[in-house]
C-alpha cells in the first residue's frame, strides 16, 4: 500500500482489501486455517472437522428494498460457511448499537434475524450488546460469528481449478448492491430491484453429490463476480473466458446499473453463488439447483481457459474485453 491512511476502497473487496490483508493480516496469522483466505476456516476437533466463519456487517441503510441488516448478517456468515463446503449450523450475534435508536426499527432487525435463522436451519446461541454514544455508530452494526460441520466429498482449492472447468453461477447477480444504492439515493423506476440477500446452503446441499468434481465455490459479495473470478487466476496458467448472454442479470439491477454507468459483475451479491466443477459434472449440478426455488435462473456463465492470468468477457457483438478486480470501492457500506 502507498497510502498511510485506511480509506473506504480497504472495504470494498477488491484490490485494495487485498493489499490490505496481504501486508498487515497475513504476516500476522497467515500461518494455519487463514492460509489461502478461505471464507471460512476449516478445523479438526476430536475427529470432527468443523468449518468457522465471522463477519461484521455496517450496511446503510438499515433497511432496504428485499432485507434488512438483521437477516444480512445471518445470510453473510451462513454463506460463508456453506461455500467452505459446511453445512452451518450455530451462529453468535453481537450488536453496536447507537444511543437514540429507535427501539421499533431494533425490534424489526431482531425478528428478521430470528426469521432468517429459522429459514436457514442455524441457532443464534451466544451474543452480546453494547451501547455507544450519539454520533460514534451509525444506528446498528452487527456481527456474526459461525459454526458448522464439513459435509464430506468436499475438497475445495483455487489451486484444483484447471482448464476446461465450467463455471456456474445459481442466479442473477448484483441484486443487492443496487438495491442498496437505489434506497441510499432515492432511485425509485417501474419494477425496481430488490436484494438478492438469502442463504445458499440449500444449492450446496444439492451439489454435495457431486462434490468430487467440485473445485471451488465462493458467494460474490464485496467486489462481485469480478473479484471472485479475478482471484482465482491471478498469478496462474489459467483464465477464465465469459459470455455476457449467458450471465444472468435482472431487468431492475441493469436499469440502475446502465443509470450509474456500473458493471454489475462488480456489484455485490448476497444470496448467490459461483460455483467451478469438472465438466463432466456441471449439468447435473445445474439440474439439482433448477429443482430449487432459489436456482431457478442459475446456468453457466463460462468456462476455465488457457488465458494465463486473466479473465475475459465475450460481448453480445462478439468482441472481447477483460473484467478487471475491483480497485477502490464503487458501492461503500452495502454489507
Excluded at 15 to 43: H, M, N, T, V, Y
Amino acid at each position: 500500500m502507498t497510502t498511510r491512511k485506511i480509506l473506504l476502497g480497504h472495504g470494498g473487496g477488491g484490490r485494495l482489501s487485498r493489499d490490505l490483508i496481504a501486508q498487515e493480516i497475513l504476516p500476522r496469522f497467515g500461518e494455519g486455517p487463514l492460509a489461502g483466505l478461505p471464507d471460512g476456516a476449516l478445523l479438526e476437533f476430536g475427529g470432527q472437522k468443523l468449518v468457522f466463519s465471522t463477519d461484521s456487517f455496517v450496511v446503510h441503510p438499515l433497511e432496504f428494498p428485499g432485507g434488512n441488516i438483521g437477516e444480512l448478517a445471518v445470510h453473510g456468515t451462513v454463506n460463508d460457511i456453506a461455500v467452505s463446503g459446511g453445512k452451518p449450523l450455530w451462529l453468535s450475534l453481537a450488536a453496536v448499537l447507537e444511543e437514540g435508536l429507535d427501539l421499533a426499527l431494533y425490534r424489526r432487525v431482531l425478528d428478521s434475524v430470528k426469521a432468517a435463522a429459522r429459514e436457514c436451519g442455524v441457532q443464534v446461541v451466544t451474543g452480546d450488546t453494547k451501547v455507544v454514544a450519539r454520533g460514534q455508530c451509525d444506528g446498528v452494526y452487527l456481527n456474526t460469528a459461525g459454526i458448522g460441520v464439513s459435509i464430506e466429498g468436499f475438497e475445495l482449492s483455487q489451486g484444483a481449478v484447471r482448464a476446461g472447468d465450467q463455471v456456474l453461477v445459481s442466479g442473477t447477480l448484483g441484486e443487492h448492491g443496487m438495491a442498496v444504492m437505489a434506497a441510499r439515493e432515492g432511485i425509485a423506476i417501474a419494477g425496481g430491484v430488490v436484494s438478492d440477500t438469502a442463504g445458499v446452503q440449500r444449492l450446496v446441499q444439492a451439489a454435495a453429490p457431486f462434490a468430487a468434481g467440485v473445485r471451488f465455490m465462493r458467494d460474490p459479495t464485496r467486489g462481485g463476480a469480478a473479484a471472485v473470478l479475478g482471484e482465482i487466476v491471478e498469478d496462474t496458467s489459467i483464465g477464465i473466458l465469459l459470455d455476457e448472454q449467458a450471465i444472468p442479470f435482472s431487468p431492475g439491477a441493469r436499469a440502475i446499473a446502465e443509470m450509474l454507468g456500473l458493471d454489475l459483475l462488480h456489484v455485490a451479491s448476497e444470496g448467490r453463488m459461483i460455483l467451478i466443477s469438472a465438466p463432466e459434472c456441471s449439468a447435473k449440478i445445474l439440474a439439482a439447483w433448477k429443482a430449487l426455488p432459489e436456482g431457478e435462473n442459475a446456468g453457466v456463465i463460462g468456462r476455465v481457459s488457457e488465458d494465463a492470468g486473466r479473465v475475459i468477457l465475450t460481448t453480445a457483438i462478439g468482441g472481447r474485453r477483460l473484467v478487471d478486480i475491483p480497485r477502490g470501492e464503487l458501492l461503500p457500506r452495502i454489507c
